[in-house]
């Protein structure tokens, strides 16, 4: 009997982590935007789960300040304002520099080549279709995610990849209004990337808090517009 019920708790761990995974996804790819309102039967539907561990799920997305669950009304996907942006940038502008000047010798070097031959590619040819920012979106992340992945510190990592699940819905969003600033900051990121091959690693910092500093008045910008 304990080790039936060691299965049935494991069955429901990963029905809880799938469950987990696919509603952070919707939500981080805007299929659920900011504002709307959920209610458990459509999650459950659109998840192929039961209540239980939906409601695990959910508790989970609720502490990482993705939804607010609101007895007898519903799950509210949560807005993205200029206070999220601010805390957003905020926390990438105070760990991503430090990041690189820490654990800048354990960056994945072959990676960062890669990104940059992408990078080069959109700053000669510019962003003018939404198949070209989808490319920009990739690469963007790749150096982000490629540069977080050096960290050594596990609760740095895990606070970066948390707000880079709000970047990537600020960027969604956007939409066509960061368009210019895609180019752009494929330039900075080619910048970023030849300091920290030529081991300029103080540089390699400076160039990242610059650019975090453009993409955030480039993020204000666009929720302005759309005010």
Known sequence: REKQENMMKKTQMNLKQFAYETIKDKIIRCEYKPNDILSEAIIME???ASR???REALNMLAQEGLIQIIPKKGIVVLPITMKEIAMT????WLLEPYVVKKYGSYIDKEKLKAIKAVS??????????RETAALFARSDDDLHETIAASCKNKYLFQTLQQVFNQNMRI???????????????????????DCILEERIEEAASSMSRHLLHSKNAAFSSVLEMI
Not at 89 to 92: L, N, S, T, V
Not at 120 to 129: A, C, N, P, Q
């Open 46 to 48: 659109a998840v192929d």
């Open 52 to 54: 239980t561990p939906i």
């Open 89 to 92: 940038f905020e926390a990438r």
């Open 120 to 129: 080069e590619r959109i700053v000669k040819g510019g962003v003018k279709s």
């Open 171 to 193: 960027r969604i969003l956007s939409e066509e209004s960061l368009w210019d600033r895609h180019q752009t900051a494929a330039g900075e990121h080619i910048e970023i990337i």
